[in-house]
């Protein structure tokens, strides 16, 4: 059966007795349809010792859950969500249903990349669009004028000078 949950995703336990605890999954059994997952479900389990130096006694371990019981928390938006698929790049891709972005590690690079470059894009549209609505509007008879008379810039320097205060103070003698 195939899985949307891979090795190394982070996911959140919707059901059982571990509810609301988040891990990362360790590994996947698809045959079986489950999931071991870092710090959920964790058993205790006797052991007896196999040789003189081994030691027995009561071990903690971590047990498979079921894949249904979990569902995998979008490292962009790191809200749970359902997984989708989609193309990218000729390359099928397992996509966040709530924020579209990728969930596989070497597309999700991509992505944010793309996504910077949309928005950049768009400012500068917006930007042109904003300088065009700026700029003067010219008519006929403006562009007649100042093709035929070249408009020269009159500049003048406006500079005051002001008479200097002493600063000494007289003492009288």
């Not at 006694?57 to 989609?86: E, F, Q, T, W, Y």
């Not at 008879?141 to 008479?163: F, G, L, N, Q």
Request: proline share 5%.
């Amino acid at each position: 059966m195939k899985m949307t949950i891979k090795t190394g995703d982070s996911v959140l336990v919707i059901t059982g007795k571990d509810k609301g605890k988040q891990g990362k999954v360790l590994e996947v059994l698809p045959e079986s349809n489950r999931v071991v997952v870092d710090g959920v479900n964790v058993v205790k389990r006797h052991q007896k010792p196999r040789s003189q130096q081994d030691k027995g006694g009561i071990i903690s371990k971590v047990a498979p859950i079921d894949a249904s019981n979990v569902m995998v928390v979008c490292p962009s938006c790191g809200k749970p969500s359902r997984v989708a698929h989609s193309e990218v790049n000729g390359k099928k891709v397992r996509v966040c249903k709530k924020c579209k972005t990728s969930l596989d590690r070497e597309y999700v690079k991509a992505s944010k990349k793309e996504a910077k470059k949309a928005t950049e894009a768009k400012a500068t549209v917006k930007e042109e669009v904003k300088t065009q609505a700026k700029a003067p509007k010219t008519t006929k008879t403006a562009e007649k004028t100042s093709a035929s008379k070249p408009v020269e810039k009159k500049t003048t320097s406006t500079t005051k000078t002001t008479p200097k205060k002493s600063t000494s103070k007289k003492t009288e003698a």
